[in-house]
């Protein structure tokens, strides 16, 4: 029986889209690549997710040889609302005092940016032979880089607790 409660969440989207292409040479070669997008937002005003993938992968098999080669790139972009934050954070204030505001202005908590930014490169290599009697030697070298950038944003002139002169919190 809280409306403000009930009225302060927004529906939430998700949108995907999906493309898978792959193909067989011969018995001992094949090929895949797929791309994806996503774009999500959620119940809670501000927040969304959107992520963008690539991967492919090769297959080669000569006798008792195998070679198996896969790499991908994902880049994304979150923003996350102002959240589990105490007095400051709208959901804690509705579910305790039943109104959202009573610390901080919707203006100011709107204006808060927390996003996120994740650039992730991986692949792999694996090599195998099959020897005499079914033993197997397997070798296999990967590598994941990834870059995660991160800003929380409060806008000048927005009042946070005593602070409107603003801030900036930068990570890599």
């Known amino acids: 029986n809280n409306d403000s409660l009930n009225n302060f969440f927004i529906k939430g989207q998700q949108r995907q889209v999906y493309v898978n292409l ?5 018995p001992n070669n094949s090929l895949f690549f797929s791309a994806n ?4 937002t959620g119940t809670i005003p501000g927040n969304t997710d959107n992520r963008h993938t690539l ?5 080669f098999s000569k006798d008792r040889f195998k070679l198996s080669l896969t790499t991908g790139y994902v880049t994304g972009k979150l923003r996350i609302p102002q959240s589990a934050s105490g007095r400051d954070d709208a959901i804690w204030n509705l579910m305790r005092d039943t109104t959202p505001w009573p610390y901080i202005s919707e203006e100011s908590w709107r204006a808060i940016r927390k996003e996120y930014k994740n650039d992730r490169f991986t692949g792999s290599l694996r090599l195998s032979y099959i020897f005499p009697l079914r033993i197997k030697a397997e070798s296999l070298v990967g590598f994941d ?8 944003y409060l806008p000048y002139g927005y009042l946070q607790g005593s602070n409107s002169t603003g801030s900036k919190q930068v990570s890599n």
């Not at 792959?22 to 011969?26: G, K, L, N, V």
């Not at 991967?55 to 297959?59: I, N, S």
């Not at 880089?145 to 929380?152: P, Y």
């Open 22 to 26: 792959s193909a067989q040479f011969d």
């Open 37 to 40: 997008t996503n774009k999500n």
């Open 55 to 59: 991967r492919a992968g090769y297959d």
């Open 145 to 152: 880089l990834n870059q995660v950038n991160g800003l929380n």
